[in-house]
Nanobody, 119 residues
Framework: QVQLVESGGGLVQAGGSLRLSCGAS????????MGWFRQAPGKEREFVAA????????YYADSVKGRFTISRDNAKNTEYLQMNSLKPEDTAVYYC????????????WGQGTQVTVSS
């Protein structure tokens, strides 16, 4: 089992920046990839970004490319999401996620952190 805890959400004006963090504990040695998803009110949860833990390869949704950056700190078992040039449509609950190397779908989830972007 892997436990994930997010932090760093909040309220920001459009054009501003926030950095989310996600600390992992438990059987972290088994993790293949970590990522971020978000869910806005009345919408389905959507993929935002992911990072392969072994080599740092990154993946982004088209809607955040060039504005968001995912990164990791191996020593701290922590991933980050740096969000710049935020837009009101980025408002959502952001979830940290992870999956084991033997899986291709995300199976561990954090509790979520609210990000609100005002216009």
């Amino acid at each position: 089992q892997v436990q994930l805890v997010e932090s760093g959400g909040g309220l920001v004006q459009a054009g501003g920046s926030l950095r989310l963090s996600c600390g992992a504990s438990g059987q972290f040695f088994s993790i293949g990839r970590m990522g971020w998803f978000r869910q806005a009110p009345g919408k389905e949860r959507e993929f935002v970004a992911a990072i392969t833990w072994s080599d740092g390869s990154t993946y982004y949704a088209d809607s955040v490319k060039g504005r968001f950056t995912i990164s990791r700190d191996n020593a701290k078992n922590t991933e980050y999401l740096q969000m710049n040039s935020l837009k009101p449509e980025d408002t959502a609950v952001y979830y940290c996620a992870a999956h084991r190397r033997i899986r291709n779908t995300f199976e561990y989830w954090g509790q979520g952190t609210q990000v609100t972007v005002s216009s």
